[in-house]
C-alpha cells in the first residue's frame, strides 16, 4: 500500500512565525502535491514537484514555498504565517506510467494560526 | 451534484439502498477522472477512475459513469452501508499524463442511516 505520512496531525502557530509542514512518501513515487481544503471551496492546490529540486505553482501559491531536497519528501513552508492560512494541508504523491495518475494523500495537517 | 457557497450538498440514504452521487466537470479534454472518499478527520481516499474512452467502469459494489456529451460523471454505490458515510469528490486531470494535476469537485456528503 501507497503510504504518505505527515509530520503533524495538528499544529497551532502563531501570526508571523514561519512554519514547516513535512511530508514523506515510501512509494519512489515521483510527483508530489499540497493542497489547502476549505469548507466550501475544496481541495486547492498550492504547489506541486515532478523531481527533486523541482516545483511547480499551483493555484494558490501566494504566502508560500515548498522543498524538494530527496524524493520522498516534499516540505510546505509558510514563510509569515497568517490567520488566513489556517487550514488543513493535505499533501498527496503519484507516478506516472499507468495513464491515470492517481494521486495518493496523507492524512492531513489541521494548521491554525493565531 | 457540486457545491456552490459554503454548503455541502448531501444525499442521505437509508442502509442497503443504492446511491448515486452526481458530479459535473469542466475540461471536454480531461484524458480521466477519479472518484474519492473523505472520512472525517482523513485524507481523500482513491475509490475509482475512469478514462474518457470509457463510459462505463465497475468496482466493487462502485460503477461509475461517464457522459462526456453533457460532462457528466456519476458514481453509483450499491447495498449502501454505514461505512459509506463520506464526502466523495470528483477530480478530473489537467495537464498530460504523467505531468498533470487534478481539479477537484467541491464534495458531496453522503449520511447513511442504519
Known amino acids: 500500500d501507497v503510504k504518505v505520512t505527515q509530520s503533524s496531525r495538528y499544529l497551532v502557530k502563531r501570526t508571523g512565525e514561519k512554519v514547516f509542514l513535512e511530508c514523506v512518501q515510501d512509494m519512489d513515487h515521483e510527483n508530489m502535491f499540497w493542497y489547502r481544503q476549505d469548507p466550501g471551496l475544496g481541495l486547492r492546490l498550492i504547489y506541486f514537484?515532478?523531481?527533486?529540486?523541482?516545483?511547480e505553482k499551483g493555484d494558490i501559491p501566494e504566502g508560500y514555498s515548498v522543498s524538494r531536497e530527496k524524493k520522498e519528501r516534499f516540505s510546505l513552508i509558510l514563510e509569515s504565517a497568517s490567520t488566513n492560512q489556517t487550514s488543513m494541508y493535505l499533501c498527496?504523491?503519484?507516478?506516472?506510467?499507468?495513464?491515470?495518475?492517481?494521486?495518493?494523500f496523507g492524512p492531513g495537517t489541521r494548521l491554525t494560526v493565531l | 451534484g457540486e457545491s456552490v457557497g459554503l454548503h455541502l450538498p448531501t444525499l442521505s440514504v437509508q442502509e442497503g439502498d443504492n446511491s448515486i452521487i452526481n458530479c459535473a466537470y469542466s475540461?471536454?479534454?480531461?484524458?480521466?477522472f477519479i472518484w474519492y472518499k473523505q472520512e472525517s478527520g482523513k485524507g481523500p481516499q482513491f475509490i475509482i477512475d475512469i478514462r474518457s474512452n470509457m463510459d462505463k467502469r465497475q468496482g466493487q459494489r462502485v460503477t461509475v459513469l461517464l457522459n462526456k456529451t453533457v460532462k457528466h460523471l456519476s458514481l453509483q454505490i450499491a447495498a449502501t452501508q454505514p461505512g459509506d458515510s463520506a464526502v466523495y469528490f470528483c477530480a478530473e486531470n489537467r495537464g498530460p499524463s504523467g505531468y498533470s494535476t487534478l481539479t477537484f469537485g467541491k464534495g458531496t456528503m453522503l449520511l447513511v442511516s442504519p
Open positions: 514537484s515532478y523531481d527533486v529540486k523541482m516545483k
Open positions: 498527496a504523491s503519484s507516478t506516472p506510467g499507468t495513464g491515470v495518475d492517481t494521486q495518493y
Open positions: 475540461n471536454s479534454a480531461s484524458d480521466y
